[in-house]
């Protein structure tokens, strides 16, 4: 099944500063990347997502980039605020086969300094 | 409108008692999900349901069952509980198979076992 890393599992930034977080996935034949945020004591919200078929996706002050070859993606926060500060979670599935299911990376802590 | 909804939000049970997790969507989702979260584990999936009807196992099934009793509803059910089933469950919901499209979670159950 697929399986996916995510680095760093804690991130401290200054504010302003930007922050990224970075996952590898191991099955080729995954195709759909979202990014969770969960703020403390918070449910899991969908911030931005990618399919395959683009390198890169952008959503304000966030953005998200693919590379297919390398099996991995990223999230890119710039000029990061307090209210950023949150656990940020990858994942991957394979949505063409059908797959109701998506694998989550462990999650990165993320910590903006004021 | 008030999404995906589940109760209890908290449980104390000692080892060896039953329990069931309730949840409901009012958004017309064919898909539900039951996940549970585990410090520095990230998001696991149990078991889903990818239409009214149909269920099938995830990543950790055992020790859980589940019933997709109607199109809105989606219980957990736990028939002898164990530490190792102490946890934050989250139910979730999607439009589109949850390989490929948003969930949307609820607040959260969490639960600790004696």
């Known amino acids: 099944g697929e399986n996916v890393e995510q680095h760093p599992s804690t991130l401290s930034v200054q504010e302003g500063d930007s922050a990224v977080i970075k996952c590898t996935y191991s099955d080729s034949a995954s195709n759909y990347f979202p990014w969770y945020k969960q703020e403390l004591g918070k449910r899991p919200q969908l911030i931005i997502d990618i399919r395959s078929n683009v390198g890169e996706k952008k959503d304000q002050r966030i953005a998200v980039t693919l590379n297919k070859t390398a099996k991995h993606f990223s999230l890119h926060i710039t000029e990061t605020q307090p209210e950023d500060s949150a656990v940020y979670f990858c994942a991957a599935s394979n949505s063409g086969a059908g797959s109701y299911q998506l694998t989550f990376g462990k999650g990165t802590k993320l910590s903006v300094i004021p | 409108n008030a999404g995906v909804t589940q109760t209890p939000k908290f449980q104390v049970l000692k080892t060896g008692q039953s329990m069931t997790l309730q949840c409901a969507q009012d958004?017309?989702?064919?898909?539900m999900y039951w996940y549970r979260q585990d410090p520095g584990m990230g998001l696991r999936l149990i078991y889903y349901s990818a239409s009214e009807g149909t269920t099938d196992k995830g990543e950790v099934p055992n020790g859980y069952n589940v019933s997709r009793l109607n199109k809105r509803e989606f219980s957990l059910r736990l028939e002898s509980a164990a530490p190792s089933q102490t946890s934050v469950y989250f139910c979730a919901s999607s439009a589109l198979a949850g390989g490929s499209g948003e969930l949307f979670f609820g607040e959260g159950s969490r639960l600790t076992v004696l």
């Open positions: 958004m017309n989702h064919n898909s």
